[in-house]
């Protein structure tokens, strides 16, 4: 029985059995690279749930409105979408025993535009993973055409740490194996070792791209507060003028927000309609706490305490304490 | 971002607590000890109560550089505010300069209540590296 | 629309001399919100408040702006003078142009473009201030003193004897501690147990007064008025409602120790009364010693304790009580001496630390106040003493001054002189600080009368030649070096804080300074109180001192603690955080950070369309949040947000500043 097969019997049999009464997992789309998120409350549903190498969505977020209308939410997730959940059990946004997580091993998604680059999303029909190739289905084609799968995943999953789920209440498939392949930290380091006014000029140049839209903090599991400051009219934590300085501001405050808190899912880099290097922000801030008050994972544990909701009494500091 | 320096006086904006650093500003008041004007105190109860968004709100307003003093870690009235105090705003700065604020440009330090000498010297000693650097440009809002 | 007045005051000269009021005012007139703006001579005078008063009725304003000194200075006069106008006190705001401007920015008119700064500002927060009212907060009738050495017994005598009930907490098995311990007192040289022991029997029988010895207070919640203290009773092994004190138990029991109270100069049974004196005068089995809990045999105490009184299964007890207030009384250590190997302490062992020599000389210590050497049990002929070990002594020891060494060196001297006829004192010493009623006449006593030669200069080294001990120092007033042989060293060693101040101070919020000493609220007008309210000090724990001291610094501390339980209720401070309910995640990060607890997670109960939900929402006890705000920084949708200094109110002045 192939994922897809068994995402679905698992959904069918949860609701059928009343076990949840909301399955949240991911729907095939009109083209190749969809996977939106699918509702289920009825059993009859569960036909509509896809696996694909597009998975990509952390349907951990939508727990927040829909936990307030069932009793109990299926969701389906990998092992970067567990981070979220744990960030969100530990931000007491969610309760454990309202959740019951069918966790699926994952080798890496396919990142569509390296498709393109390739020459292969015109008239491709279907990406499939097999061991360590992707087999791409294109139109009018006979047979099917195997490429490495390493050439054609997203760069988050390059940088993946969690293949397999951390928390779930059952695993779908076997556990998966897969190095680290690059170093997430390194493009810190590099942005790190320009000079001043030349990191000024390179973040001036990537935000001023930003468009607000806000995709960055809606996708991100650490950005759950029922009200958020940049929503606000009253105090105006962040104006409206369509400026540099108000987008600079956006960025470090919502950057500082999860500082401490963010899983390194990389899911707001990836939503970016503007390709701005989000993660190389909210990395520095992890490789910055992590030698500043060592060595911390968010949402690995959600019982422990975040490096900003603690400290030492010989703590040092990032500034002269003369 | 160098602009031109001449007849420059920046404009600084210190964020003190109540109990030792507002209190080290008083006491360089009573003591006349002389530190340059362009510092404009904005008094909190601790030096916790420095929101990283109070800080970038100071640089987009004009500010040429921002300072945070708190008690000194272990003094702290309120026990233990500086010692979050010391983990946010060490994050804050780094990331700031990371971002391309000169470093010189957002200081945090630990002035006690009976540190006027040292209040007028930190305040003395900032203006002057301010000063040097020139105005600020950075994430300030578009005049 | 608020209506801003703003007041400007000359302070005489201090302001006026400096920064052009007549501008100030100028420009005040046109800053938003402003609706009047005057100057005064002196605003804080009679006058000046009565000009504020009427401007305010008349001029119909709703928040005031003075500028003026600091409002560490004349907040609270003018939050009177704004309530006496009929307005919310928390309407005021005050602009500091003197501490921060006139009396440090004299040159030229940067003092009087600062000010109008400073001005602008706080008229920018005022138009944001709301109207505080403070909690009221009542009162437990009941003080809790935490350790009962003499500073202790005062305190507690004090209180009781104003008609309060106190609980008195010693973690040894007798109240008296340190003072105890002692012969004679300087200046006077009465005996220390004859002014001491009445004082603890007056405690042990006071009405008002509940002893617990043996007993250490183990967390402390709450705040002022309202405490809650955890008090853990050891378990003493034996049934304090049999036991008659008749000392039959302890004659017998196997095991000999180290006696603390005798400083380690006798011995003491694994069953035992520390001293004869002692309060409560009923032993105390040490279960690390004692045979039957190493060995689990012997029970000899429990065979021959003709009351029945011997319980090995006796278990510890824990208390809950509640107090109002607190009184700190916890004295002090004396220092370690290892960095100190030159003078031999613990190599030989005629080499004797103050309080060793002390017991020595003590009618009821090991010699029965014979002073003889512990090596051969002969009188010595010649004894050096030496001061400041450890003390003033930056790079080894503690860079402070003990305060008490100088003159019970003195005292030893004497003292020597009269046990031991013809024997002679030496004494070295960095200086002989003699502050106090008596004390230089007491020195000079030691010297004059009784011959103690005093030598300026440190000790290098001490060794043994023979049955002698080599002293190797300086004269440093002759800057001739001096080698000496003498019969008995006696080091004057740096008193310290307990090794767990440190930790006490975080069980209670109080604060230490660097040597663990802890910090007084101020340290010349508030030298009882500590920072956290209703948490008083006295005795050594908060710094070296002696006996006369330590007494009136306790006297001092009740009638603070007596002057709090007299109130019917306490006015809470209002500048606390608060959550906005509908905002809050219930993430409960602010807890996390909360020094003071204060901050509990609550269910609530909404309506969202046909569902009812039930979510967590963080809740403020206002009675325990002091208003430090680092809550309302870790909130970050900003539900969590600090009365009298809201994110509002902060991001207008900064807007302000920067104009």
Redesign the interface.
């Known amino acids: 029985m192939n994922l897809t097969e068994k995402m679905r019997q698992e959904a069918a049999q949860i609701l059928e059995s009343k076990e949840a009464d909301l399955v949240i997992g991911w729907g095939g789309g009109e083209y190749y690279w969809q996977s939106p998120p699918l509702f289920l409350e009825d059993a009859a549903g569960a036909a509509e749930l896809a696996f694909s190498p597009f998975i990509v969505n952390n349907l951990a977020k939508y727990l927040l409105e829909e936990l307030e209308s069932h009793e109990k939410a299926a969701l389906f997730v990998k092992g970067c979408d567990t981070r979220g959940i744990n960030r969100l059990l530990q931000d007491h946004r969610i309760q454990r025993e309202a959740v019951l997580l069918i966790g699926v091993p994952c080798a890496g998604l396919a990142d569509r535009e390296k498709l393109k680059a390739a020459g292969y999303d015109a008239g491709l029909l279907q990406v499939e993973r097999q061991g360590d190739s992707f087999i791409l289905t294109l139109e009018g084609e006979e047979g099917a055409r195997e490429v490495p799968a390493g050439e054609f995943l997203l760069d988050k999953c390059l940088e993946c740490r969690y293949p397999n789920p951390l928390v779930y209440d059952r695993l779908l498939g076997e556990e998966v194996q897969k190095p680290r392949e690059r170093d997430p930290m390194a493009r810190v380091r590099e942005v790190q070792k320009k000079p001043v006014d030349e990191k000024y000029a390179y973040w001036q140049e990537k935000l001023s791209r930003c468009i607000r839209c806000y995709a960055c903090r809606n996708v991100c599991p650490a950005c759950n507060c029922r009200e958020c400051i940049f929503d606000q009219n009253a105090p105006r934590w962040v104006g409206k003028a369509n400026q540099l300085s108000e987008k600079q501001n956006y960025n470090i405050i919502r950057s500082f927000h999860i500082a401490g808190r963010c899983i390194d899912c990389g899911e707001c880099q990836r939503a970016c309609p503007m390709d701005i290097p989000l993660m190389e922000i909210n990395r520095k801030i992890i490789q910055d706490l992590t030698e500043l008050y060592g060595e911390y994972e968010a949402g690995i544990d959600p019982t422990d305490v975040p490096p900003l909701g603690t400290y030492r009494a010989e703590d040092p500091a990032g500034f002269s304490e003369r | 971002m160098s602009v031109a320096k001449e007849g420059f006086e920046p404009l600084i904006v210190a964020f003190c607590c109540n109990w030792c650093s507002y209190a080290g500003a008083d006491l360089a008041g009573t003591g006349r000890m002389p530190y340059p004007a362009n510092v404009r105190i904005v008094r909190v109860p601790c030096s916790s109560r420095v929101n990283p968004s109070f800080v970038i709100r100071a640089f987009q307003r004009g500010a040429d550089g921002v300072i945070v003093a708190g008690c000194h870690p272990g003094d702290c009235h309120y026990h233990s505010g500086n010692f979050f105090t010391r983990r946010r705003l060490s994050v804050l700065r780094r990331l700031l300069e990371y971002m391309g604020i000169e470093p010189e440009r957002f200081q945090v330090r630990w002035i006690s209540g009976s540190e006027g000498a040292k209040f007028a010297q930190v305040m003395t000693d900032l203006t002057a590296d301010i000063r040097a650097l020139g105005p600020n440009r950075k994430l300030r809002d578009a005049l | 629309m608020k209506r801003v007045g703003v007041f400007v005051c000359w302070c005489g000269s201090n302001i006026a001399a400096t920064v052009d009021i007549e501008r100030v005012i100028a420009a005040a007139r046109k800053m938003p919100n402003v609706v009047y703006a005057s100057d005064n001579k002196y605003m804080c005078s009679e006058l000046g408040q009565a000009s504020i008063r009427e401007s305010i009725e008349k001029e119909n304003i709703t928040r005031v702006v003075i500028a003026s000194c600091?409002?560490?200075?004349h907040e609270n006069t003018f939050r009177k003078t704004v309530a006496a106008a009929g307005l919310n006190p928390f309407y005021l705001e005050i602009a500091?142009i003197?501490?921060?401007?006139s009396?440090?920015?004299?040159?030229g008119e940067?003092?009087t473009?600062?000010a109008i700064?400073?001005v602008r500002?706080a008229v920018a927060k005022a138009a944001r201030n709301e109207p505080l009212t403070p909690s009221s907060l009542q009162i437990t009738k009941r003080a809790l003193v935490i350790g009962a050495g003499i500073a202790g017994i005062q305190a507690a005598l004090d209180i009781a004897d104003s008609g309060y009930q106190v609980d008195l907490v010693e973690k040894e098995p007798s109240i008296g501690g340190r003072m105890a311990q002692l012969d004679k007192t300087f200046p006077t040289l009465d005996c220390s147990a004859c002014i001491l022991t009445p004082k603890m029997v007056d405690v042990a029988q006071h009405d008002n007064i509940t002893l617990h010895t043996y007993s250490v207070v183990e967390k402390v919640d709450g705040y002022v008025g309202n405490f809650t203290a955890t008090i853990r009773k050891k378990s003493r092994g034996i049934d304090m409602e049999k036991c008659t004190g008749c000392g039959i138990c302890y004659e017998k029991c196997p095991v000999k120790v180290d006696s603390e109270f005798e400083a380690g100069m006798a011995k003491r049974r694994a069953i035992y009364v520390p001293f004869p004196q002692a309060v409560p005068n009923k032993p105390v089995i040490d279960r690390e010693n004692c045979r039957y809990f190493t060995q689990g045999k012997c029970k000899v105490c429990q065979k021959l304790c003709p009351a029945g009184a011997v319980d090995y299964e006796l278990e510890d007890e824990v208390l809950t009580v509640e107090y109002g207030a607190i009184v700190v009384a916890t004295g002090f250590d004396i220092l370690d001496l290892q960095a100190y190997g030159e003078y031999g302490y613990g190599k030989h062992p005629d080499v004797l630390t103050s309080l060793e020599f002390e017991r020595l000389v003590n009618a009821s210590g090991p010699t029965g106040g014979k002073i003889l050497r512990p090596s051969d049990g002969k009188p010595p002929r010649t004894v050096a003493f030496i001061q400041c070990v450890g003390s003033r002594d930056q790079a080894k020891g503690k860079a402070y001054c003990s305060k008490v060494c100088c003159m019970y060196t003195a005292k030893h001297a004497i003292l020597l002189r009269e046990k031991v006829p013809g024997a002679k004192p030496i004494v070295f010493y960095i200086d002989v600080r003699t502050p106090g009623k008596d004390y230089e006449e007491f020195y000079n006593r030691a010297t004059d009368e009784y011959g103690a030669t005093y030598i300026r200069g440190q000790v290098g080294k001490v060794y043994p030649e023979g049955d002698r001990l080599i002293i190797r120092g300086v004269d440093s007033l002759s800057a001739r070096p001096v080698e000496l042989e003498v019969d008995m060293v006696v080091l004057a060693v740096a008193v310290t804080a307990r090794a767990d101040a440190a930790g006490v101070g975080?069980m209670l919020?109080i604060?230490?300074n660097a040597h663990q000493f802890f910090?007084e609220a101020h340290p010349k007008l508030r030298p009882v109180e500590t920072?956290s309210a209703g948490i008083y000090l006295a005795g050594m724990c908060q710094g070296p001192k002696d006996i006369p001291e330590a007494v009136a610094q306790a006297s001092a501390a009740a009638v603070k603690v007596v002057g709090l339980l007299n109130k019917d209720s306490l006015v809470g401070n209002p500048?606390v955080a608060n959550v906005d309910e509908?905002?809050?995640?219930?993430?409960?990060?602010c807890t996390?950070?909360c020094?003071?607890d204060a901050i509990k997670?609550k269910s609530i109960t909404e309506r969202?369309g046909r569902?009812t939900?039930t979510r967590?929402v963080a809740e403020v006890n206002e009675g325990l949040c002091?208003?430090?705000?680092?809550c309302?920084?870790?909130c970050?949708?900003?539900?969590n947000n600090?009365k009298g200094?809201t994110?509002?109110q902060?991001?207008?002045?900064?807007?302000a500043?920067?104009?």
């Open positions: 600091s409002p560490r200075m500091n003197r501490e921060h401007c009396w440090v920015h004299k040159e940067v003092g473009v600062k700064s400073l500002t975080r919020g604060t230490t910090n920072h500048t509908s905002m809050c995640s219930g993430c409960l990060e996390q950070v020094p003071y997670e969202r569902e939900l967590t002091q208003g430090c705000g680092a309302s920084v870790a970050r949708p900003g539900a600090l200094f994110n509002e902060i991001l207008a002045e900064v807007d500043v920067c104009l």
